[in-house]
């Protein structure tokens, strides 16, 4: 278990450390807060619908039922806010 300003002060090697398949255990205040662990393999693969991601429970459901889900993954770009992302998205 790491603190969070341990954390800060070497990100990089807890990254490359949790990349490797070494889970982290981050604290704040001495709790334990979160976990720095390595991606799935699942998370890379191909196929991966909304469908799935909402019944594995990574993603809720929409609440209006006349919305229609795209059947594949929609590419977005990074360090953009998420209501520009919707905007574009939505059109």
């Given at each position: 278990m790491i603190g969070i300003r341990e954390l800060r002060g070497d990100l990089a090697a807890?990254?490359?450390?949790?990349?490797?398949?070494?889970?982290?255990?981050?604290?704040?205040d001495g709790r334990p807060s979160a976990v720095?662990?390595?991606?799935?393999?699942?998370a890379h693969a191909d196929g991966i619908t909304i469908a799935a991601l909402i019944?594995?429970?990574?993603?809720?459901?929409?609440?209006?039922?006349d919305a229609v889900l795209p059947r594949a993954m929609v590419p977005v770009w990074g360090n953009v806010r998420l209501d520009r992302l919707l905007r574009e998205v939505r059109g």
């Open positions: 807890h990254v490359r450390r949790a990349a490797a398949g070494e889970p982290t255990v981050v604290s704040v720095l662990g390595p991606l799935s393999l699942r019944a594995s429970g990574a993603l809720l459901a929409p609440r209006r039922g």
